[in-house]
């Protein structure tokens, strides 16, 4: 069974960097049909796409915070990675990782269990 | 980008009645749309995909429909686990932005 687990800090300070690493177990994420991704959502709010990798190092970005992320792949570690630079408080969100099936139908299959980062000083 | 709206933002109804949300992109996108159920405290779940096909082990109460700008997710007969928030995703490209979503809950 597929498992992806969010880690990082949970509290950032404003006009920090917010760095995520998604570990994905029980499947490899150089597997081809597959992107990986990350996900956000603020509290009490609606999901928002942040980006996806593939394991080549591809990406796609949100238009919205593209200037800000930079997301990257490990293969050797199965693991991919998101920074979030100049963070706010409107930054503060679930951050969820995910894989993103890209035939057929674009699709979030697979979840991690998400983790709260919070922008504070 | 393709937007996308869904309707009612919020529904209430009881066990076992029939509940329809609404989903529009805000241009055509033939079948690919995706439909998650999202409890709270929960990552989402994953229901159907490509419009009307269910994912693995969901159950078959949970039904989609629609294809071009149009789509609704239909729960056929409620049952008291499917109280949650229900978000539409447009799944023909990038980027695969999500609707706001419809709470059921309730009445």
């Known amino acids: 069974q597929l498992q992806l687990q969010e880690s990082g800090p949970g509290l950032v300070k404003p006009s920090e960097t917010l760095s995520l690493t998604c570990t994905v177990s029980g499947g490899s994420i150089s597997s081809s049909s597959y992107y990986w991704g990350w996900i956000r959502q603020p509290p009490g709010k609606g999901l928002e796409w942040i980006g996806s990798i593939y394991y080549s190092g591809s990406t796609y970005y949100n238009p919205s915070l593209k200037s800000r992320v930079t997301i990257s792949v490990d293969t050797s570690k199965n693991q991919f990675s998101l920074k979030l630079s100049s963070v706010t408080a409107a930054d503060t969100a679930v951050y969820y990782c995910?894989?993103?099936?890209?035939?057929?139908?674009?699709?979030?299959?697979?979840w991690g269990q998400g983790t709260l980062v919070t922008v504070s000083s | 980008d393709i937007q996308m709206t869904q309707s009612p933002s919020s529904v209430s109804a009881s066990v076992g009645d029939r509940v329809t949300i609404t989903c529009r992109a805000s241009?055509?996108?033939?079948?690919?749309l995706a439909w998650y159920q999202q409890k709270p405290g929960k990552a989402p779940k994953l229901l159907i995909y490509a419009a009307s096909s269910l994912q693995s082990g969901v159950p078959s109460r949970f039904s989609g429909s629609g294809s071009g700008t149009d789509f609704t997710l239909t729960i056929s007969s409620l049952q008291p686990e499917d109280f949650a928030t229900y978000y539409c995703?447009?799944?023909?490209?990038?980027?695969?932005?999500f609707g706001p979503g419809t709470k059921v809950d309730i009445k």
């Open positions: 241009q055509g996108i033939s079948s690919w």
């Open positions: 995910a894989r993103l099936v890209v035939v057929t139908a674009i699709r979030f299959d697979y």
């Open positions: 995703q447009q799944a023909n490209s990038f980027p695969p932005h």
